[in-house]
């Protein structure tokens, strides 16, 4: 069994890290740009709610690593967040091949880039809480918490991302549990942190 190290404040390539953190901090700036924009659309349906409280979560999930940013001393660099801000806004017309209305499949590919997106969210997470192994400035209790919760968004966005697909070409949304289930547990293991880690 690997020992893990005690926290010596002081992280490798500090530089590297400060670069990496800005990167998800951006990420998760398009993120909330998607779901605020999802939100919207679903108004009045099911889904409301959960994307209500998904938002709620990924503003949460952007001020903790804007705090890990500070509390390592590492500037925020707000140029991404605006980059990633007018990307996500002019991806629109390209996501479902209609320029002026939204396509039968535009609920699909959002989700599918939802679940993605978490999933990528996810692994920053989890590298910011090996850094917090060897340096004590980072709140490992925090990190914790956070991929527990998007372990959560991710079963739930991959659920739905299943019914939509379902929902707009026919199908059983489930399929792909029972191809889980047929398999003969060869295939190297992988991520157990989501039951499904496809995106």
Sequence with gaps: MTQTPAPTSSVSHP?????????????????IELVSRMIGVHRGTEREQPLRQLLDE????????????QALGFPVRQYKQVATWIAEKA?????????????PSSDLVEF????????????GLETLRIAATVDSRIDAALLDRLIQQANRQHDWATEVRRDVAASVFGGDPSAPDHAADNGNGDGGGGDTGGKDDRG
């Design 58 to 69: 990924l503003r949460e999930e952007k001020a903790a690593i804007t705090g890990v940013a």
């Design 91 to 103: 991806s629109r017309a390209k996501l479902n091949g209609h320029l002026l209305s939204r396509s």
């Design 15 to 31: 530089e590297l890290l400060a670069v990496y953190v800005n990167d998800h901090l951006a990420a998760a700036a398009g993120g």
């Design 112 to 123: 599918e880039f939802l679940a993605s997106a978490v999933r990528g969210k996810r692994s």
